[in-house]
């Protein structure tokens, strides 16, 4: 019995992987709670995730702190990026009186405009940006945390690679969005769902990014544990 729960036993080392994941969600939501990080931290998220859950390269905390670090400017200006377009969003739903989270008929009936199917078709519309959004925030972050690129190159290649591998981005959105209704739904998810998206999503996303990563020097000695996953 001993011996099957050992470090270097499959169940030891799937029970390590599973402590370490409940480990990187609590410190992406402590790292969150400032709320202008959460760039940052979902940077660091998937970093960690991908390099030292899967790949087994360095100390996940060491990790996780280093990639917080290095992108902390360029994930703030992205997230400010998302910021500014739900609050846009936001204004004008205001203005003309509708909610998103009301899609009854009767709320469409009730907005603040003359023409019904006006207010109908930018119900929809908003509905369309908002899943436009979180599918670019299913690239940015994790593409942030791989490639050495500007925030605006980053947004480009987000939304080519969402184009692109719709499949991938389909389900690396739902993926998302189940684990953010499990939170709703289960607080203390929190301490598994940051974690668990960031490894089920690298399954699909490392699949895309591979097709814009150069091949590694031969004669280089940098370890591309990347082009591994």
């Known amino acids: 019995m001993r011996g099957l729960f050992s470090g270097d036993s499959a169940i030891g080392k799937a029970l390590t992987k ?4 409940v480990i990187l969600s609590i410190l992406w ?3 969150s709670l400032p709320v202008i990080t959460i760039g940052a931290s979902t940077t660091a998220l998937y970093y960690a995730t991908a390099k030292s859950l899967r790949m087994d390269r360095g100390y996940f905390f060491k990790e996780y702190f280093k990639a917080w670090k290095d992108n902390f400017l360029k994930a703030t200006f992205l997230e400010l990026f998302f910021v500014v377009c739900l609050l846009g969003l936001w204004t004008v ?5 509708i909610q998103l989270n ?11 405009v003359d023409n019904k199917g006006v207010a109908l078709g930018m119900y929809f519309v908003s509905a369309g940006f908002i899943i436009l959004l979180g599918g670019l925030f299913c690239y940015v972050f994790p593409l942030l945390s791989r490639f050495d690129q500007n925030g605006i190159k980053i947004l480009l290649l987000s939304f080519v690679m969402m184009i692109r591998f719709f499949y991938y981005s389909i ?36 699949k895309a990014f591979k097709k814009y990563t150069p091949e590694p020097d031969p004669d280089s000695d940098v370890d591309a544990w990347w082009m591994r996953l």
């Open 18 to 21: 599973i402590g370490e994941l």
């Open 29 to 31: 939501f402590f790292t």
């Open 93 to 97: 739903l205001q203005m003309m009186g």
């Open 171 to 206: 389900a690396v959105l739902v993926i998302l969005v189940a684990m953010v209704y499990l939170v709703i739904r289960l607080p203390l998810a929190i301490m598994f769902a940051p974690g668990l998206w960031a490894l089920l999503s690298s399954f699909l996303l490392e």
């Open 102 to 112: 009301d899609i009854s008929v009767e709320a469409i009936k009730n907005a603040s």
